[in-house]
């Protein structure tokens, strides 16, 4: 069994920042991928940022260029910076894994960027 811990989330004004962490422990070999989805209030569960063990990143197009992610492999551990926020990014954001060939699921945790 795996656990996804978040951590980070809460409130910011437009054009502030927030970073975001989420640990993985438990029964790990491998983590494939790390990332993180969003949803927001009526929209479906989007992908926000992933990154696989390769290091590469994927970003949706929404937030190039102010949000980053990262891993501690070490840790077991990605963290997303987020900058300039805007208010359309306040959703509940879930962190997600795949470790060795299943995927798991953070809790969710709240960012609510105010405008």
């Known amino acids: 069994q795996v656990w996804l811990v978040e951590s980070g989330g809460g409130l910011v004004q437009a054009g502030g920042s927030l970073r975001v962490s989420c640990a993985a422990s438990?029964?790990?070999?491998?983590?494939?991928?790390m990332g993180w989805y969003r949803q927001a209030p009526g929209n479906q569960r989007e992908l926000v940022a992933a990154m696989p063990i390769s290091g590469s990143t994927t970003y949706i197009d929404s937030v190039k260029g102010r949000f980053t992610i990262s891993r501690d492999n070490a840790e077991n551990t990605v963290y997303l910076q987020m900058n300039s926020l805007k208010p359309e990014d306040t959703a509940v954001y879930y962190c997600?894994?795949?470790?060795?060939?299943?995927?798991?699921w953070g809790q969710g945790m709240q960012v609510t960027v105010s405008s």
């Open positions: 997600y894994a795949i470790v060795d060939t299943r995927a798991y």
């Open positions: 438990g029964t790990i070999f491998r983590i494939n991928l």
